[in-house]
């Protein structure tokens, strides 16, 4: 158990840190071996293939911590009832898009890897990675939105917390 936890609670964060890790290992070199005179042909592919990684994790991780595009200044437009509603249909519309975006990304992704075997030019490295990374992506932030929306409910309909009283000041 302790386990899961550990891991919603920082599975983006810690991909997201090797990832960008990585990225710049690898473009570093990149750039030592070019000025030795001995370009590495696979640095570029590889840098970006973990960049467009880095990106659709880190959209995970932005609607963990809700910090994803938004528009607030409409909120402020209603009151607790209203926001409380526009954010469930917000969250709602938003797992749609993600759960409609991860399956018809994991049809391609079957499509490229499997039915056409298509291979990059300088890693030979199966394009099927490459283009999970929106599947993974979408089905993480999926997940993130559900767990989102559970909170959103809890804390509508969660009973009012007890207030102590403090005895003089």
Not at 90 to 97: C, D, E, K, M, R
Request: hydrophobic share 55%.
């Amino acid at each position: 158990m302790e386990i899961l936890r550990f891991f919603d609670d920082n599975l983006e964060k810690y991909l997201c840190v090797l990832l960008l890790v990585f990225m710049t290992v690898v473009t570093a070199l990149q750039v030592v071996f070019r000025l030795l005179g001995l370009p590495l042909a696979w640095s570029e592919e590889a840098a970006r293939y973990m960049f467009v990684w880095l990106i659709y994790i880190s959209c995970s991780y932005a609607v963990k911590e809700e910090k994803h595009i938004k528009i607030d200044a409409v909120l402020l437009l209603f009151k607790e009832r209203g926001r409380f509603f526009l954010a469930l249909l917000s969250n709602l519309l938003f797992l749609v898009f993600t759960v409609v975006i991860s399956y018809q990304g994991a049809l391609l992704v079957h499509k490229i890897a499997v039915a056409q075997r298509q291979v990059s030019p300088a890693l030979r490295l199966s394009m099927g990675i490459p283009y999970s990374s929106f599947v993974v992506g979408c089905a993480l932030m999926s997940l993130r939105l559900i767990q989102s929306t559970v909170r959103l409910l809890r804390s509508r309909w969660a009973p009012p917390a007890e207030t102590k009283e403090t005895g003089g000041v």
